[in-house]
Every structure is written in C-alpha cells, then in structure tokens.
C-alpha cells in the first residue's frame, strides 16, 4: 500500500468492529463459520485468526458522514456495521459469479464451503444489515438511513447486472461502463458517507453534497480497481497477476480500448474470442499499457477524485471531517490492493 493508511480507518476499525462482531454472533450457527471466515476472524475451522478482513472504507466513510453533520462519530455505528455486511455479503456473491478462487489472500467462501453456502451465507448478511440499521437505538433518524441503504443495494445490484451484461456482450463503451460503475461502486460508497450524514441529523443539503462526493470516488475507486485487475501485484492484490483479462472482463481500460477500435480494439476481440492462456493474457496486457489505455484510466481516475474533492469545497465543511475526507479519497486513489 502506497503511503501511511488515513487515521481514520483504524479510528473507524476500532468503533465498527465489535457491533459487527455482535450483529455476526445473532445469526444462526450454521452460518457463521463462513461469515467469520470471510471477515478474518477465524480459519476454515472456526479458530481464530488475524489476517486481511478489508480496508473498511465504507465503515469509515459513514463515520465522516456523521462527523460532517457535526454529530459524534458513534451515532453512526449501525450505519457503520450495516453498510459492511452488505459490502461484503456482494463479494461472497461476486466471488461465484466471477469464478474467484481467491480472495484477500487465501481461498473464497464458496471455494472453502462450497457455492450453496455462500450464496445462503451471502443473503444472512444482507438481511442483517437491514435489521442492524432498523434496530438502532442511538438516533431517531434509522429509518431514514435505512431507506438510503436499500437505495444502494439496489444499485449495487443493478450495477452487478450492467456489468455480467456487458461481459456477455461483444462490445462496450466508455460512458456504459461509468454509468455500470457508478452503480455498483459509487452507490454504495455515496450512500455510505450519507447514511452517517443522515444519522448524524444533517441537512438535505449537506446529505446531497455528500452523496455526490462518493459517487465521484467511487467511479474513481473502480478506476483505479480495473487498473488493479490488470496490472496489479499478485503480492498487493491476492489475485493472479491479468486476473480481469484471464476472466475477459469489459472493464474500464477494455472498454477504452474497443471504443478506441483499430489495431488494438481488434487485439482485444480476437483475444477475447476464446479462452487465454498466461502468456497471450501478459501479451495483451503489454499491449493496452503500451496504447496508453493504463495511463488513460489512471488519469480519469484522477478526474473523478478531483471532482469529489471539490464537491466537499462547495459543500463548505468544517474543516476536520473534510480533512479526513479528502485523506480518505487520496488514499483510495494511490492504492495497490
């Protein structure tokens, strides 16, 4: 990982973790063995491990949200817990789709448990994060919060669609695949940075600056991640070096690339034509790099983190949570993994 992470995400780790530990624990034993695996928590056994359960963006930017709306950082605990069980019940279910053996650096629910479990597994958690948002106690404002979490899993799941049918697709562009990502990445990071916002008793005003803020990092958050699916470091990543293009992805640099047409739009159908081996996925990958189309991504990447920013000097925040904010955003852009 580029850089030191922001103090907020262990700020943040600190304050979310044990309620998700606690929501975890009210769900029915047979199903919390792969939820604890898939977090960090244990091994496939059920003993305890430490190892990579996630950055916890999301949980942290509900904490700024509500910190934003001039609240205390644990009125948006709930949102906090709720907004990661649906991060995470949509990996367990990308991981099947996708075909993902591996993740965070060790084996996938389904690879570990078998598909019928995560997809069983998959769906507890996203009804618990519904029911964790609902039950909240420390605020009057959870069901509206509430509301603005079904509003991004909805997206997040049309998004997931966009994007299996653009796979299956012969082509793609440019503006569908934003349009794909602004729904199943930016939805759920605007929304999160709302709910805490919401949660924290802000105003209409103050929610909708937010919400626009993480829609504009989140389509650069997947910027950078297809970028990662490429070229990314097995060693960062925990997935196989071209993963994206071995899985024959239309993510954002292949869609440039058949948009762009000719020699390298044509390179790209007909490798995508049939299945690739490693070394026609390491040519391809030389190939879209020496076209520019790295570059290109990494720059409207760099677009849409400077539009978020800006979003938050319109906003005029107070200059703590924005602070913390523009940090956050800055990190996600110079990551690795």
């Known amino acids: 990982m580029h850089g030191v992470p922001p103090a907020v995400l262990a700020r ?3 304050l979310i973790e044990p309620a998700l530990r606690f929501a975890v624990e009210t769900l029915d034993p047979n199903l ?3 939820v604890t695996y898939h977090l960090g928590w244990t091994d496939r056994a059920g003993e305890p491990a430490a190892v990579d359960s996630g950055k916890g963006v999301r949980s942290a930017l509900t904490i700024l949200g509500a910190e934003a709306a001039q609240a205390t950082a644990d009125i948006a605990i709930a949102g906090g817990v709720a907004v990661e069980l649906i991060h ?8 099947i789709m996708d075909n993902d053996r591996t993740r965070r650096h060790r084996a996938t629910v389904w690879d570990v448990f078998g598909v019928a479990d995560a997809i069983i597994v998959g769906d507890a958690m996203h009804a618990l994060a519904f029911q964790v948002l609902l039950d909240d106690t420390r605020t009057a404002n959870s069901g509206p919060a509430t509301r603005r979490l079904a509003m991004a899993t909805s997206a997040m799941i049309a998004g997931q669609a966009q994007d299996v049918a653009l796979d ?3 082509t793609a562009t440019l503006a569908e695949c934003i349009a794909m990502e602004a729904n199943k990445t930016g939805a759920l990071l605007a929304q999160s940075v709302a709910i805490g916002a919401v949660l924290g008793g802000a105003d209409e005003e103050l929610v909708t600056a937010l919400e626009s803020f993480g829609i504009s990092l989140g389509i650069a958050f997947q910027a950078i991640d297809d970028i990662l699916g490429i070229w990314g470091d097995t060693a960062s990543t925990g997935k196989p070096v071209g993963n994206d293009l071995r899985e024959q992805k239309k993510s954002m640099p292949i869609a440039i690339a058949l948009e762009r047409g000719g020699d390298i739009g044509e390179a790209v159908t007909t490798a995508f034509s049939q299945p690739m081996d490693p070394a026609q996925v390491a040519t391809l990958s030389k190939r879209l790099e020496a076209e520019g189309i790295q570059a290109e991504v990494q720059g409207l990447a760099r677009d849409y983190l400077d539009a978020a920013i800006a979003r938050l000097d319109e906003a005029q925040l107070a200059e703590g ?9 800055n990190f996600i852009w110079n990551r690795d993994s």
Not at 88 to 95: A, P, Q, V
Not at 321 to 329: F, G, Y
Request: no cysteine.
């Open 168 to 170: 299956r697709g012969d």
């Open 88 to 95: 995470n019940f949509s990996l367990i279910h990308d991981d």
């Open 12 to 14: 943040a780790k600190l």
């Open 32 to 34: 919390r063995l792969p």
């Open 321 to 329: 949570p924005k602070a913390e904010l523009v940090e956050l955003a």
